[in-house]
């Protein structure tokens, strides 16, 4: 079977400029892809050119098999979608916004049940330009949710939200991938992207210069990084443990060598004894470190 979505060595210009630059990428139904990248790298370019709202000047994207941009009614059919620059007729209050929408589609999902499950019931009768930043969004998600799509293209889901609204935008989408719905979404927020992604792509510069998943985004240098609060003597925790334990700053240790739950509660006890209190524990290098890493080596190339 084919993927739900397949992007292949896409090439996207604004003049001179390639925004996309040989781009693939494949998202399988039941899978969420996160894409990352700085800002101007690429990835609302992407999200636009999947939807069909830009043609390629070189490469393929095709959506359930068929390309957006010719195919797109049928395509953003079965395809939900939160852009950056969506919006909403400003006197226009969710629940309405949702009724009149959902004669779009032929077996829409029915208005109330997404006002509940997005916590819109509240605000449901607010006009669009009095909502919060955190509503607007979570009425998006669910405009994009109406169609029971089987894809979703999310920009930036939970920019200018809360904690709880991100709670309930992360259970929403991933209640979407168990329901089989292949899902893309573009973010700055790391720890979103580690919670929700199977999989990850970093762009930059209009390429993909990194993907894989948490684990394989981690890389072969296995670790356990411990956040502690006082402080710890690297060198006799070293001689204690019998491993190699640096010092990253005055709070944060680096235990190398892959981690089981024999290491983990030798760290543990160990740190207990030298008088640290354990702050958190992780066993495999932060999306965020990898992340920054990734990205400052690409800005060291020429
Ligand atoms: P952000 O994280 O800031 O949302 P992004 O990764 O989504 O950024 P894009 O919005 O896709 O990046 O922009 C990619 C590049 O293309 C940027 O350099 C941007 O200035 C440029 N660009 C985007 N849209 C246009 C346009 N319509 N005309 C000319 N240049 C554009």
């Known amino acids: 079977m084919s993927h739900a979505i397949d992007v292949d060595q896409l090439r996207v210009d604004y003049g001179p400029l390639h925004a996309l630059d040989g781009v693939s990428l494949s998202v399988d139904y039941g899978q969420i892809v996160t894409l990352l990248g700085p ?3 690429g990835k609302t370019t992407l999200v636009e050119t999947m939807l069909g ?3 390629p000047n070189a490469g393929t994207v ?8 010719r195919d ?9 979608a939160l852009l950056q620059r969506g919006g909403v007729w400003l006197p226009m209050p969710p629940a309405t916004v949702l009724r009149l929408t959902a004669a779009y589609y032929e077996a829409p999902r029915d208005p109330d049940e997404l006002l509940e499950r997005l916590d819109l019931r509240s605000c449901a009768r607010t006009p669009w330009r009095r909502l919060s930043g955190g509503e607007q969004q979570r009425t998006l998600l669910a405009l994009a949710l109406l169609g029971r799509p089987r894809a979703l293209l999310l920009d930036e889901p939970t920019s200018s939200v809360d904690p709880e609204g991100r709670r309930v935008i992360r259970e929403t989408i991933d209640a979407e991938r168990q329901r089989g719905c292949a899902v893309v979404i573009t973010t700055h927020e790391l720890d979103e992207a580690e919670r929700l992604a199977d999989h990850v792509a970093i762009l930059h510069r209009g390429q993909v210069v990194a993907r894989g998943t948490l684990d394989e985004l981690a890389g072969a240098d296995a670790a356990t990084v411990v956040e502690v609060r006082g402080a710890v003597d690297a060198a006799r925790l070293t001689k204690r443990l019998g491993i190699p334990v640096e010092a990253q700053d005055p709070t944060h240790l680096r235990v190398r060598g892959p981690a089981d739950p024999q290491r983990t509660a030798a760290i543990a006890a160990a740190l207990a004894d030298e008088g640290a209190t354990l702050v958190a524990l992780r066993t495999r290098a932060s999306l965020e470190d990898r992340y920054l890493a990734i990205i400052a080596d690409e ?3 020429p």
Not at 72 to 80: D, F, I, L, Y
Request: hydrophobic letters at 25%; charged letters at 35%.
């Open 62 to 69: 095709r959506l359930h098999g068929r390309d957006p941009y």
């Open 299 to 301: 800005r060291e190339r």
């Open 39 to 41: 800002n101007g790298a």
């Open 72 to 80: 797109h009614a049928e395509v953003v059919a079965r395809t939900g």
């Open 53 to 55: 709202f830009r043609t």
